[in-house]
Structures are given as structure tokens and as C-alpha cells.
């Protein structure tokens, strides 16, 4: 049996916008997503802000209601069936919501677990596996006040994981981590993996993708765009080189002349304070370093790395691709 089976799942937001006179328009948010997710399986959904990945968790794990299709969660119809849905799942969500903050980690668990039905007698058992598993045993009786991001997003993951779900949804758990507990919390979820829970994943960390899931789907304007192993996407961009180029100051003029050189196929910046990373896609051995940097045209450059694609080069790819058609429309009701 599979652990997530989502059919042409379509989400559509009703909202009243516009002052004096309001007007109803409507977001698709999600507009006929299909995947399987396999048990024990790590799947990653990837995509840009606004793209429908929340909303295509919610529906999976029953806080939101498909305007169309179905979703499966082992077997199991999200809309029909939800509350055995919710005995087979955890959902856990990134940011500072939903803990005590005056409680310590282990009167958290021990909150939740009575919240969650789980019996006096397993309780005490679960809770020492969990934080053996999230890795904060001997900080377990400390207040959450006191926890670091990356503690407490440990700590989320064992409260989502207390009554036993055979899959958990983990929604951006790293954002704001550092990238030392973010480390250590991949290394969480990949255990948890490995010890059989179903993990749907969420995250904006390319390298955190790649090194977790064993299949992603590329989701951009609420359909999915590409879905495979990491090689598989990575190979969509094989035929391509990058040239990681450190610029100052470089504007949209800048960027725009770097797409115009032929044999460039795409570019994308990174800002890290005044300094930027310009990522230059270009045919595979087009050696096109000279017309390249002279695009930049007077714009102060650092160092220039010439490497091969990673994951986050096919990410931009294919929803570059992406992005001619794929906008959430809103259009009046
Ligand atoms: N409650 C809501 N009412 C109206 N529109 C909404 C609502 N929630 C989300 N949307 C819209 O639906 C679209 C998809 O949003 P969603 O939160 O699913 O995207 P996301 O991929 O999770 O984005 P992010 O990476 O920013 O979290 C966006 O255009 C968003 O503005």
C-alpha cells in the first residue's frame, strides 16, 4: 500500500479584497497536483514562495479541504475518512509556534502525549526514545525559553512523532537553524527515515534536498513541474556549466545583458550583503568566461568558480521554465 497517494488535488481560496467596495477574487493555489510517496520514503517538495507546497500539505494532512481530486494517506481518503488519517500522521511546521515556552522539554512531551491519547504506560518509554532521537537528552528538564532554534525544532519533530505516525509532514523545519543544528536536525530526519517513518518534506535549502530525499517534486505556480531523484533532476541541466561569479553591485541591466550572451541559459544572483553571487548557466563547454565578464561592464567582480550543476541550478531551471505560465492567478469571482 502507498503512504501518500494525491490525485489531481486543486485548492482554490476564496477572499474580499479592495476598500469601499470589496470584490471576491479567487487564488489557485494548487491546480491538479499528482504524486505517490512510497512507505519509508523521503519526498521533498520544493518550489518558490506562494507556490502551493503549504497548501498541498494541509489538504494532506486534513486542515484543508480539496475544492477537487482526493488524497490517500495508507489507504485512508483525506476528506472521508480524516480522523484515521490523523492517527497515522505528525505534522510539524517551522517556526516559534507550539510549545510552552515556560515548560521544560520533557513536561512539553509529556503535555502532548496526554493530549494526543497516548497511554500512561507507553508514554514514559516513547518520550526517552524520542528525545534519544531528536538528540536532547540530558537537556530535557531546562524550560524551552531557554532552548536555541534548532532545539526546539528538534523538539517540534518529537512531539510530532509522540503518538507513533507512520508518516510525518515536516514543513520547513530548518528555517532560521544555524547551519551546525541544521546539520544535526537533517541528521534527525534522515534516522527517521531510515527507522521506516514516511517523511514529506518541505524546505527552501537545496543542499538539504539533495542530501535527504530520495525523490522530490518540483511544485511552481500549483502544479508540479518535475519530479525524480536528485540525479534525475540534476541530469535535466547536464548539459550545462555554471560559472559562480562574486559581483558588487551588479543590476537588473547587469543580469539581463549576462542572459543576452549567446550561449548562456540562464543566470540567477544571490544576495549576501553587499556582495553578490551571480550564478551563470551556460552551454556545457562553451568556455564563455571572456564574453561573460565583460558583460558585467565596469561592475566590481570578485572571485569566478567554474563548477559542475547542483541541484539548486535544476531547481532554478525548471522554474525559470516555469514561470512564463505559471503565476496563481486571481481573477474575480
Ligand atoms: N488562506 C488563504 N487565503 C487566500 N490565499 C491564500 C491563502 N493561503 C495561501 N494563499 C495563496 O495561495 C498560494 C499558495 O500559497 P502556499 O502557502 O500554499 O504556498 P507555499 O508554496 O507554501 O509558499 P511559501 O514557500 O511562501 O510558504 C499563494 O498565492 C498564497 O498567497
Known amino acids: 500500500?502507498?503512504?501518500?497517494?494525491a490525485d489531481a488535488l486543486r485548492r482554490t481560496y476564496t477572499s474580499r479584497t479592495g476598500w469601499p467596495r470589496s470584490r471576491r477574487t479567487e487564488t489557485e493555489a494548487?491546480?491538479?497536483v499528482t504524486f505517490e510517496v512510497k512507505p519509508g520514503e523521503l519526498f521533498g517538495l520544493l518550489g518558490p514562495n506562494g507556490a502551493g507546497k503549504t497548501t498541498t500539505i494541509k489538504m494532506l494532512n486534513t486542515l484543508l479541504?480539496?475544492?477537487s481530486g482526493t488524497a490517500r494517506v495508507f489507504g485512508h481518503d483525506v476528506a472521508r475518512d480524516p480522523v484515521a488519517v490523523r492517527h497515522r500522521i505528525g505534522y510539524v511546521f517551522g517556526g516559534d509556534r507550539g510549545l510552552y515556552d515556560r515548560l521544560s522539554a520533557l513536561d512539553n512531551l509529556r503535555y502532548f502525549a496526554e493530549l494526543y491519547g497516548v497511554g500512561a504506560r507507553d508514554q514514559k518509554r516513547r518520550i526517552a526514545e524520542l528525545l534519544d532521537l531528536v538528540g536532547l537528552v540530558g537537556r530535557e528538564k531546562e524550560r524551552v525559553e531557554g532552548y536555541?532554534?534548532?532545539m526546539r525544532q528538534r523538539l517540534h519533530i518529537a512531539r510530532g512523532l509522540l503518538h507513533h505516525p507512520d508518516v510525518l509532514f515536516l514543513d520547513e523545519p530548518s528555517i532560521g537553524v544555524d547551519p551546525v543544528a541544521?546539520?544535526?536536525?537533517r541528521r534527525t530526519v534522515a534516522d527517521l527515515a531510515a527507522a521506516g517513518t514516511t517523511v514529506l518534506l518541505t524546505t527552501h535549502y537545496m543542499a538539504e534536498a539533495d542530501e535527504l530525499c530520495d525523490r522530490i517534486a518540483v511544485i511552481a505556480g500549483g502544479r508540479i513541474r518535475a519530479?525524480?531523484?536528485p540525479g534525475s533532476l540534476k541530469s535535466r541541466v547536464g548539459d550545462r556549466d555554471v560559472l559562480d561569479i562574486e559581483a558588487y553591485g551588479?543590476?537588473?541591466e547587469v543580469i539581463d545583458r549576462v542572459r543576452r550572451v549567446p550561449g548562456v541559459r540562464g543566470a540567477s544572483v544571490e544576495d549576501r550583503g553587499a556582495m553578490q553571487t551571480v550564478s551563470v548557466q551556460t552551454d556545457r563547454g562553451a568556455e564563455l568566461h571572456a564574453p561573460v565578464l565583460a558583460a558585467f561592464d565596469g561592475v566590481r567582480l570578485g572571485r569566478v568558480v567554474s563548477r559542475e550543476p547542483s541541484l539548486e541550478d535544476a531547481y532554478i531551471a525548471i522554474v525559470e521554465e516555469a514561470a512564463g505560465s505559471a503565476a496563481p492567478e486571481e481573477v474575480p469571482a
Not at 182 to 185: G, H, K, S, T, V
Request: glycine letters at 16%.
Open 1 to 5: 500500500m502507498l503512504a501518500i497517494e
Open 30 to 32: 494548487v491546480r491538479g
Open 65 to 67: 479541504l480539496p475544492t
Open 148 to 150: 536555541s532554534r534548532g
Open 182 to 185: 541544521a546539520r544535526d536536525l
Open 227 to 229: 519530479l525524480g531523484t
Open 250 to 252: 551588479a543590476g537588473d
